[in-house]
């Protein structure tokens, strides 16, 4: 089955910390992203990777860092979580971007900082 | 720039009747524009997508939208709603070409009465 998976789903922790949220697509995707989302917000983008090595920031890129070494794999990575960062995270990944392809969406992340 | 407006952050409609969820866009260049959904503790699903073809178009579930260029907008409608219609709904758009970036509107949620 086409899917996008992330783990873990559900996470509490506490500020300074360091986590990883690893996210994982087995559809041969180039591109790769990640979102958070935030009540009245939307969805907003944290930093994106169209291929392998290549990664770039998004709208709100501070506090955080990824790495793409594997064209499956995207994992986020909180070196310092703090409170605001508390939020529902989203992986995405697609074939392309430009030319309207579908972006395919992992089941979220919720974590919690205290 | 590149910006998306859901004139609405929360829509009631019983079921059995139409529903309307509004959607402005503002693009430099051609764009692509899509709708998804995301029912209570889901991921974002694929409702329908615009890439320069058809300005109505048609997607899942009996949901369906028109593109019009004179108004900016890429509103999403359905003849009779159903319960299971209840969910959170984003516009987003992204261009055509170049820029590998997507913009979500803020989404609107849509409660079904019965």
């Known amino acids: 089955e086409a899917q996008v998976t992330q783990n873990p789903r559900y996470l509490i922790t506490v500020t300074g910390k360091k986590l990883t949220v690893t996210c994982s697509q087995n559809m041969n995707h180039e591109y790769m992203s990640w979102y958070r989302q935030d009540p009245g917000l939307g969805l907003r983008q944290i930093y994106y990777?169209?291929?392998?090595?290549?990664?770039d920031k998004g709208d709100v890129p501070e506090g955080y860092k990824v790495s793409r070494k594997e064209k499956r794999n995207f994992p986020l990575i909180l070196e310092s979580p703090s409170p605001n960062q508390t939020s529902l995270y989203f992986c995405a990944s697609s074939t392309r971007l430009a030319g309207g392809y579908e972006q395919y969406f992992g089941p979220g992340t919720r974590l919690t900082v205290t | 720039a590149q910006s998306v407006t859901q004139l609405d952050s929360h829509v009631s409609v019983s079921e059995g009747t139409p529903v309307l969820l509004r959607c402005n866009y503002s693009?430099?260049?051609?764009?692509?524009l899509f709708w998804y959904v995301q029912h209570p503790n889901k991921g974002l699903q694929l409702l329908l997508k615009y890439t320069s073809a058809a300005t109505l178009v048609k997607g899942i579930n009996g949901f369906e939208a028109e593109f019009k260029k004179s108004e900016t907008s890429f509103h999403l409608t359905k003849p009779s709603a159903h319960m299971s219609d209840a969910a959170e709904y984003f516009c987003?758009?992204?261009?055509?070409?170049?820029?590998?970036?997507?913009?979500f509107g803020t989404g609107t949620r849509l409660t079904i009465i019965p």
């Open positions: 987003v758009v992204s261009f055509n070409f170049g820029n590998e970036k997507l913009t």
């Open positions: 693009s430099s260049y051609s764009p692509s």
């Open positions: 990777s169209m291929n392998v090595e290549v990664t």
